[in-house]
């Protein structure tokens, strides 16, 4: 799956830090969030790193980022 398959439809923060990973090949096809969740839960540079990613693909137009309720 591409990056465009796996955030076809909305999903939040961490759910799309999982895809752009997945897309980036860190994350292997049968490996799911639930097994990789403490990367985006707890501060550490991998889960930094993606996180990081995603605002610069909304800072260059290249994905949509809801501001409300949260920032995330």
Excluded: C, Y
Excluded at 6 to 29: M, P, S
């Amino acid at each position: 799956m591409n990056l465009r398959e796996g955030l076809d439809d909305w999903t939040d923060w961490d759910g799309a830090a999982f895809e752009l990973g997945r897309a980036l090949g860190l994350f292997a096809e049968p490996v799911t969030f639930t097994q990789v969740k403490r990367i985006f839960w707890t501060d550490n540079p991998l889960g930094n790193a993606l996180h990081e990613m995603l605002l610069q693909l909304v800072s260059t137009g290249v994905l949509e980022r809801r501001a409300e309720p949260d920032d995330e």
